[in-house]
T-cell receptor, first 114, second 116 residues
Framework: DTAVSQTPKYLVTQMGNDKSIKCEQN?????MYWYKQDSKKFLKIMFS???????INETVPNRFSPKSPDKAHLNLHINSLELGDSAVYFC?????????????FGSGTQLSVL | AQSVTQLDSQVPVFEEAPVELRCNYS??????LFWYVQYPNQGLQLLLK??????LVESINGFEAEFNKSQTSFHLRKPSVHISDTAEYFC??????????????FGAGTRLFVKA
């Protein structure tokens, strides 16, 4: 069983569209994250939820809206897609809270905005 | 906020040669350091971590890193690399956030390319 799974793996869409990426973890972790990896491989944290509560919200355009229906799921919705949104988006999870432990990453969603 | 600098964007090396990937962090009272590896078309995986205790930490596949507080460094080394070690390597630091939990900040990555 995949520990952190995200769908879709590839997403090709036109500018201006709205799209969602879904993420699920079966590790029983309390904390989930979204990271963006640009074409130069630079990884930047976007959001983090702990037990469905938003705890990290970096400087991200408000076209990006995360939603956590339960602690095993963290979805990312993007409105009015722009060319600059093209990147690989990674979902990750960790035990969270007082535990400073490793992140478990999904395999990524490659978003291409045309 | 803490930051991480990886000094080399690419490191080409011949198979069975030693390698060192350099990482420096911004100084802080409490430092938690990690190395992650990313193989093509995959997510990142933890290679090793330093939270406290012994300054030399090792991974199961022969990599090691040494926490050096005076030089604010956490360089990754392997005495003899294999073709299969070709990947992107990320140094990372985590810091506590006021809302609870920790935030992991990554360096820009170093591409290790092992040649036959």
């Amino acid at each position: 069983d995949t520990a952190v799974s995200q769908t879709p793996k590839y997403l090709v869409t036109q500018m201006g569209n709205d799209k969602s990426i879904k993420c699920e973890q079966n590790l029983g972790h309390d904390t989930m994250y979204w990271y963006k990896q640009d074409s130069k491989k630079f990884l930047k944290i976007m959001f983090s939820y702990n037990n469905k509560e938003l705890i990290i919200n970096e400087t991200v355009p408000n076209r990006f809206s995360p939603k956590s229906p339960d602690k095993a799921h963290l979805n990312l919705h993007i409105n009015s897609l722009e060319l600059g949104d093209s990147a690989v988006y990674f979902c990750a999870s960790s035990r969270g809270g007082a535990y400073n432990e490793k992140l478990f990453f999904g395999s990524g969603t490659q978003l291409s905005v045309l | 906020a803490q930051s991480v600098t990886q000094l080399d964007s690419q490191v080409p090396v011949f198979e069975e040669a030693p390698v060192e990937l350099r990482c420096n962090y911004s100084s802080s009272v409490s430092v938690y350091l990690f190395w992650y590896v990313q193989y093509p078309n995959q997510g990142l995986q933890l290679l090793l971590k330093y939270l406290s205790g012994s300054t030399l930490v090792e991974s199961i596949n022969g990599f090691e890193a040494e926490f050096n507080k005076s030089q604010t460094s956490f360089h990754l080394r392997k005495p003899s690399v294999h073709i299969s070690d070709t990947a992107e390597y990320f140094c990372a630091v985590s810091e506590a956030v006021s809302t609870g939990g920790f935030k992991t900040i990554f360096g820009a990555g170093t591409r290790l390319f092992v040649k036959a």
